[in-house]
């Protein structure tokens, strides 16, 4: 370890990967400084509810803690196992790599249905790092549900989610972040498809300073990659996301759509989407819609199309940043709602677009949607 932190405190900062944009963007100052500071022994558990049915998995500063899942099994982390970054590519991750000590695994065995709920506790002070790595065998099925709500702005959670799919497999993520003002959490996704997949990762973040990133790769044929996130900011909050998906599957769809509310913080969305050789008559569609509702918030989408083969059914891509709608505000105003009714009318439509297919009824969307923008001041 000594070896590795020398060479690490060399690296030029954030030195590949991240573009002066993302550094400028994400408040790096803040996760350099948390991650400096292991600290030692637990928090208390989270209250999560509803997941009585569910197997669950505490992500804690020393560890984790599950109940009903049989099939984790905890390992020495080998820097050399997951391979998914090169340190080099920047200090922050670097950081976050270096410091994970113990991993999980989860198999999901063929033609098995999971559902399963994750609850991340963040420490008191410093940060603390964690990764999880699922695999599907063919025809396995999850549903996953990733809280993240801490109640102090000196605590930083790092948290990478790796999902390797053997084919015909339906993913469902659902990703929660409740978080106070500065307070950080970084988090990455990546997740690969071979064949008639059906994936969907959902975001719904608020407050914090928040760098997220999902990576979606589709093989095979007949493959479905779809990402959607809404984030709401205020008071000088932070949200980066950073939303990737390749398509090299025929006939496979893939879509990002990405929206934001921003009441007096910053959001930046980079979104890219690549058609690759094999993905002949796919349908390839990536938006991103960011509305301001004060004047002092600020907005930046980068939206990046790239088309490697001439027999794609569809390739399309759009942003859109602006105030909100004055023809949503005036329809709304005509039928006896204030401004900030209006306004809560609208994010919790994006909310319930977001999930409704993941609840039975609209219903439950709306009362899920409801919950989430409990003392949410937009």
Known sequence: ????????????????????????????????????????????????????????????????????????????????????????????????????????????????????????????????????????????????????????????????????????????????????????????????????????????????????RADIVILGSMSKANIKALSLVTNNNRADFTTNILNDSSQGIAEILVRGINAGGEIVHRGTLKAETNSIESENKLRSYLIKTSKNSINHSVPILEITTNLIKTAEHSTDISDIPEDILFYLSSRGLKREEAVFLLTQSMLIDMVEDLFENSNEAIEWSNNFLKNIRL
Request: proline share 5%; charged share 25%.
């Open 1 to 212: 370890m000594a070896s590795s932190e020398l060479e690490l405190e060399k690296m030029p900062y954030q030195k590949f990967k991240d573009s002066p944009t993302i550094k400028y963007y994400t408040d790096w100052a803040t996760f350099d400084e948390l991650l400096g500071y292991m600290p030692e022994g637990t928090v208390g558990w989270i209250d999560i509810g509803t997941l009585k049915k569910s197997p669950t998995i505490l992500l804690k500063p020393d560890g984790f803690e599950y109940s009903g899942i049989n099939d984790i099994g905890v390992e020495k982390f080998s820097r050399n196992a997951l391979k998914l970054y090169d340190l080099s590519e920047g200090k922050v991750y670097a950081k976050h790599f270096l410091r994970i000590d113990k991993y999980i695994s989860l198999l999901i065995k063929e033609g098995e249905k999971r559902n399963v709920k994750l609850a991340i506790i963040p420490p008191k002070k410093g940060s603390s790092s964690h990764h999880l790595s699922i695999k599907l065998e063919r025809s396995a099925s999850l549903n996953l549900e990733v809280i993240y709500a801490p109640i102090s702005e000196s605590s930083l959670s790092s948290f990478t989610l790796e999902i390797d799919g053997e084919g015909e497999n339906k993913i469902k993520i659902l990703n929660l972040v409740k978080a106070p003002n500065n307070s950080p959490f970084f988090y990455e996704t990546r997740i690969l498809g071979r064949g008639k997949d059906d994936i969907s990762v959902r975001t719904a973040t608020s407050g914090g300073i928040i760098h997220n």
